[in-house]
């Protein structure tokens, strides 16, 4: 254990508090930023009652419920039917918690919920097909996590 983290880059373990807050506040900036397009089909599929507040809700839980259900069911399932088929099933029932999130987070359906959340991965897309021609950067870049 001790051999993983002084394996770490230099860069990783020598933060300044400076680092930390300019860190923080990257990280806010990226998360309203990433609520936009969650905003905008929000607005588009509630028929204008989505707020801001919700997109940002539906932004910040969204990850964190898929990655919960993302990893039990992957694990405990995994166990029982392999690996493979235990990832596949866990992505279907991590993408439906997402779903779930925007439907409790725009306070609609479970359809209504899975358009906010198509929606918003088209609008996501197109805001970076139009990021990258313009600046030629991309946000967010965890989008494409693949080394480009």
Do not use: C, Q
Request: overall charge neutral; glycine content about 10%; aromatic content about 16%.
């Amino acid at each position: 254990m001790m051999e993983v983290f002084l394996s770490l880059p230099n860069s990783i373990t020598s933060l300044t508090l400076a680092d930390v807050v300019i860190l923080i506040i990257a990280l806010i900036i990226e998360w309203i930023i990433v609520s936009i397009p969650v905003w905008l089909a929000g607005k588009l599929v509630t028929g204008g009652k989505g707020t801001f507040g919700d997109a940002m809700l539906a932004t910040l839980f969204g990850p964190v419920v898929f990655i919960i259900i993302f990893f039990i069911v992957g694990y405990f399932l995994g166990a029982v039917i392999g690996s493979s088929a235990a990832y596949v099933f866990a992505y279907v029932l991590a993408f439906i918690g997402w779903v779930w999130v925007y439907k409790a987070s725009f306070r609609t359906g479970w359809l209504s919920g899975l358009a906010i959340a198509v929606l918003a991965i088209i609008i996501l897309i197109i805001i970076n097909a139009i990021l990258g021609f313009i600046f030629g950067a991309t946000l967010p870049s965890f989008f494409f996590p693949w080394p480009h």
